[in-house]
């Protein structure tokens, strides 16, 4: 494969890995946003609050 795309096989697999990884981020990030949405959170800091005094369920998240 990487001969195919003319660059090393160490170069193919480090753009690999790259690409999962911030998939995986852009995810993550969709789902955060899902959740503050749902329950009205404006900021990181608001989250962790609100996580820490119980008003969020964390099987809903």
């Known amino acids: 494969m ?8 160490e170069d193919l697999e480090k753009e ?5 990884l911030h998939n995986r ?5 969709s789902e955060i946003f ?3 949405k749902k329950y ?3 900021s990181i800091d608001e989250f962790e609050e609100r996580y820490k005094k ?3 369920e ?3 998240t």
């Open 54 to 56: 119980g008003e969020i």
């Open 2 to 9: 990487s001969s195919m795309l003319n660059i090393s096989q």
């Open 34 to 36: 899902n959740i503050a």
């Open 16 to 20: 690999s890995v790259k690409t999962y």
């Open 40 to 42: 009205g959170i404006s």
């Open 25 to 29: 981020l852009v995810h993550c990030e």
């Open 58 to 60: 964390e099987e809903g």
